[in-house]
């Protein structure tokens, strides 16, 4: 399997909700990173996250504060161990219900055959108008 058909993979398994499947695919010392590297109180999904456990601890999050909607991948290629995704989304915020619409890139190096680095981008101001109170 490609690299870039293990991401995909990846991916697929996250948004069929089989994170077992998923975290086969992950390395145990894999880092992922939600956008931003430093956490954050307020945006849990901000942050690194070490290995399966972290990985889990991510897409769980994810799923407490979001509810899934359009998830275009528009483009994908990769080489020498990375992989890289690009396309656009509309979440929505299960808290306040607001929309959470942003282009997205994803970053990932492929280790022996499984992910060891994740770096997801969006577009944060968005997300955190989805997220947070209005002030």
Not at 67 to 87: H, Q, S
Request: with cysteine.
């Amino acid at each position: 399997m490609s690299d870039v058909d293990l991401v995909q993979q990846f991916l697929g398994h996250i948004f069929a909700g089989e994170m077992a499947q998923a975290l086969a695919l992950v390395h145990p010392q894999a880092r992922f990173i939600g956008a931003r590297p430093t956490g954050d109180a307020r945006v849990p999904l901000y942050g690194t996250h070490e290995g399966r456990a972290g990985a889990e601890h991510f897409f769980r999050t994810f799923a407490e504060l979001l509810i899934p909607g359009d998830f275009e991948v528009i483009g994908r290629f990769g080489g020498a161990g990375y992989v890289t995704f690009f396309g656009k989304f509309c979440h929505s915020a299960r808290k306040t219900g607001r929309p959470f619409l942003s282009d997205w890139a994803l970053v990932a190096q492929i280790d022996n055959g499984m992910i060891r680095f994740y770096h997801f981008y969006e577009d944060t101001a968005a997300l955190e108008a989805a997220l947070l109170p209005i002030p």
